[in-house]
């Protein structure tokens, strides 16, 4: 059975503008990917724009989009929030393997387009997008960049997508802290922000489980409860994908009450919403589904049936001398039984399968570990550029 899991996981890593004067904040409703839902409302000062709903059976809630205007007269984008890239693009008029259901960047029909001369690759976790570089105008409600410097991509090559309905998404918005992870040393929404100091405070705030919000420039305090933990910003790492990115020391994991306790120290944990899963080292993922139960012998997935989720135990991180408790119901995710491939069965029958995944080693050894988007669901969270650090809160109800 362990050569079994061992192989089951080698297959699993294979697959692996103009403001006003004074300075403002955006608070705006996030949609997920997943079943459809009511048209949502972005608020900002006072000003409204209606989003789109969004469709999905594979994402279950766990890759987030935002709706954003380019150039003049706008043009209007759904793109997925990427928290730790820098680089943004959106899908070229003049891109031929992109999709044809429209949200493509027409840089001629802007009377702000400028192009730059550069053109290059940038890279994501599942995607890669090659194409020119300009700049034009970006909107998020009220909040705009004038000259933003964007990747208007004519190529777009999806390796292993986290959405099976990436025809409905335009392209990615990077909020990353640092231009490092970027071939084309670009900046991310965020840095230009607070380059061009638009922002009140130079943060983004998220809460990604319902009522879903993504804020700029300010927290909302009716979001979380208690002391935020705060986690001071590291730079150390290993992969070029992570340079630049939020992450922050990671010390330990413990399993509940069971006698599974870890050491984390020398590795760094790095922070994804474009991603959905927590990666772990491969000999520790194993152990952890062994002891808490999962099947990963008669499915892709490693799966527990849902109503197990009542005895099981918390998993508890800590991060820079914090410890940061995942229930069962936030360490696995429901999917249907369509989705895991059993198409014999029911298609509206569910089952819960792990959302702890292994990482491959590099080099010999594994440097960091990746907490992704069912990790970041479970907190409120707070990312400050000025003062370097993360914050994580409770969710209040």
Known sequence: MLKAAILWCVG???????????????????????????GARIVGNGHHADQQPLSTLFTFQLVYTVAVDIGTPPQRFQVVLDLSSPDTFVNSVDCVPCSPKGGSYNASASSTSCATGLSGTVEY????????????????DNIAL?????VDATEVDVRVAPVDDWHLVHGVLGMAPSSAGSKLRLPSVLMTLAADGVLDHNLLALRLREPREMSLGAVNPALFVGDVAWLPLTHHTSRHWLNGTWQAKAVSLIVGSTHLHYSLEGLTASFHTEYQYILLPALMVLEIWHVLGFNIIDSFFPTVPCDQRAVLPDIT?????????????????EWGGEVMGDTDEDPQSITCTSAIMPISPQDGEVVEIYLGSVFLKAFYSVWDLDASKIGLATLSN
């Open 12 to 38: 699993i890593v294979l697959l692996s503008y103009c403001l006003d004067s004074h300075a403002a904040s955006l608070r705006s409703t996030l949609h997920p990917l997943t079943r459809p839902v009511p």
């Open 317 to 333: 991180l800590n991060l820079a001398g914090h410890n940061l408790t995942l229930s069962p119901y936030d360490y696995t995710i």
């Open 125 to 140: 976790m599942w995607i890669k997008s090659t194409g020119r570089v300009v700049k034009d105008v970006l909107r998020l």
């Open 146 to 150: 004038p000259a933003y410097s964007f």
